[in-house]
């Protein structure tokens, strides 16, 4: 079974600038999640997809930050413009549990990730 | 805003000693705990997930959990080098914030041979 792929794995861009992340997740998986990962910390929840709708974005910086999930399987993460605070590894991950159903649905299965350095 | 803590670490076992790595939770009311490695460069993945109090035990690993003290730890028995790596430990979320997974800050691991 393929794992969560994700896409670029490395990205280097001046402040100020855009830049985008792609998800493709375990096929199946309806739950999908971006992470965000900064040097020395646990991971954050940015958004969380259930299909194509939005589940949670409360932590999502909605001024600069963008997410989608079309047809209910990839997802595109956008920053724009970046921050030099926003140099971190974006992760993604799947779930095929709904949320809250089964008490043992918290079984993420993480992308590579993706990381962003920003000059 | 639910926190999750964890012994800061470094910890530095020898092999084939126990590795003991800690974890605390402020929401009384969280049912579901889990413990990710990550090595390094490379993304989480889960080792153990526990949500009854008392010891949970899958080879090597034994999680416990004790609700009353809202506090929850990994021990790693026989430690091998391969073991070495940050361990993450998550909490999730209930009501509104249920499906999210609160995430401590990771406790680095070293075996040394």
């Known amino acids: 079974e393929a794992g969560v792929a994700q896409s670029p794995r490395y990205k280097i861009i001046e402040k100020r600038q855009s830049v985008a992340f792609w998800c493709n997740p375990i096929s199946g998986h309806a739950t999908l999640y971006w992470y965000q990962q900064i040097l020395g910390q646990g991971p954050k929840l940015l958004i969380q997809f259930q299909n194509n709708g939005v589940v949670d974005d409360s932590q999502l910086p909605k001024d600069r930050f963008s997410a989608e999930r079309l047809k209910g399987v990839d997802s595109t993460l956008k920053i724009q413009p970046a921050k030099l605070e926003d140099s971190a590894v974006y992760l993604c991950a799947s779930s095929s549990r709904l949320a809250g159903v089964f008490r043992a649905a918290g079984e993420l299965f993480f992308g590579e990730g993706s990381r962003l350095t920003v000059l | 805003q639910k926190e999750v803590e964890q012994n800061s670490g470094p910890l530095s076992v020898p092999e084939g000693a126990i590795a003991s790595l800690n974890c605390t939770y402020s929401d009384r009311g969280s049912q579901s705990f889990f413990w990710y490695r990550q090595y390094s460069g490379k993304s989480p993945e889960l080792i153990m997930f526990i949500y009854s109090n008392g010891d949970k035990e899958d080879g090597r690993f034994t999680a416990q959990l004790n609700k009353a003290s809202q506090y929850v730890s990994l021990l790693i028995r026989d430690s091998q080098p391969s073991d070495s790596a940050t361990y993450l430990c998550?909490?999730?979320?209930?009501?509104?914030?249920?499906?999210?997974?609160?995430f401590g800050r990771g406790t680095q691991l070293t075996v040394w041979p």
């Open positions: 998550a909490v999730k979320g209930r009501g509104s914030t249920l499906g999210r997974l609160y």
